[in-house]
């Protein structure tokens, strides 16, 4: 069966950096465009950064346009999220997502940026 396991996340302070990690097993993942999403506490979950199959194409949302960079390893089954300039506002649960005709969640890991 499908799994996306995220790790990574933790506590950092503002200016800090992290870099996420999300695992897919149960799928050719080569085949596949892979996204990473957030949500912060009493707000919708929101597409951070999509990366195309091959890695030729990748888009960011505005807020962490420059300080995000999205990448993945295909030989390992891996895509990442690099974050730098982390900001109290990138509080959230961050979470791998594989689209297509039928979607895939990770469990998510925690991101909190704090002083």
């Known amino acids: 069966q499908v799994q996306l396991v995220e790790s990574g996340g933790g506590l950092v302070q503002p200016g800090g950096s992290l870099t996420l990690s999300c695992v897919a097993s149960?799928?050719?993942?080569?085949?596949?465009?892979m996204q990473w999403y957030r949500q912060a506490p009493g707000k919708e979950r929101e597409l951070v950064a999509h990366i195309s199959e091959t890695s030729d194409t990748t888009t960011y949302a505005n807020p962490v346009k420059g300080r995000f960079t999205i990448s993945r390893d295909n030989a390992k089954n891996t895509v990442y999220l690099q974050m730098n300039g982390l900001k109290p506002e990138d509080t959230a649960v961050y979470y791998c997502?594989?689209?297509?005709?039928?979607?895939?969640w990770g469990q998510g890991t925690q991101v909190t940026v704090s002083s």
């Open positions: 997502r594989r689209p297509g005709w039928r979607t895939f």
């Open positions: 149960g799928f050719t993942f080569s085949t596949y465009a």
